[in-house]
């Protein structure tokens, strides 16, 4: 048995063919060509594998294209919808803010006959003519576009930059004692 397994250790996986002569073909040519053929089929799926992934990337693009063109498009729809709200919310806030202004001048007007009496007429009429400027502000406010108050306020930045500042600070101040209680 041990001279069966030698021989069957020594004996090539590759079949052993016969040509036509009957002589055994094929033992070093058939391993030969088996490389070949495998290096090819390699090659082969290499290749299919190399155009899968550029199908898949080309894929991948398209659907990323796909994704951007609806962001952008329902975020320029969100973006027209925020600023007709904050159109609207602009212009609600400029009637309250003339409502108050109103208010206000009445609160004044009505407290002039008081400083008339406590302090003299001269300022009296000082505490009218600040009621009838709150009042011109409100109408002003309320009958001027916000596109022009905006504008309105750059040009008087630009030319008072030092009170525009002092204002600033003055308004922020107030707000700050307002709402730390």
């Not at 052993?16 to 033992?27: F, I, K, N, Y």
């Not at 962001?71 to 969100?78: D, F, I």
């Not at 973006?79 to 206000?104: D, F, I, M, Y």
Request: overall charge neutral.
């Amino acid at each position: 048995m041990a001279a069966n397994d030698k021989t069957n250790e020594t004996t090539s996986a590759v079949p052993l063919t016969t040509d036509a002569a009957g002589a055994a073909t094929g033992s070093a040519a058939a391993a030969g060509g088996g490389t070949q053929e495998a290096k090819s089929r390699f090659n082969s799926a290499l290749d299919e594998a190399k155009a899968g992934a550029q199908a898949l990337r080309g894929e991948a693009s398209q659907r990323a294209q796909a994704y951007k063109e609806q962001a952008a498009t329902k975020g320029s729809a969100y973006a027209e919808q925020a600023k007709a709200k904050g159109g609207e919310l602009a212009v609600e806030g400029k009637h309250r803010a003339s409502e108050a202004l109103t208010s206000l001048s009445r609160v004044v007007a009505e407290n002039a006959a008081k400083v008339d009496d406590n302090l003299g007429p001269k300022y009296g009429d000082h505490v009218r003519n600040a009621a009838r400027g709150l009042q011109d502000a409100a109408t002003h406010i309320d009958t001027t576009s916000y596109d022009e108050l905006g504008d309105e306020a750059r040009e008087f930045v630009r030319k008072n930059p030092g009170l525009s500042v002092g204002i600033a600070a003055f308004t922020g101040y107030v707000l700050a004692r307002m709402f730390r209680r």
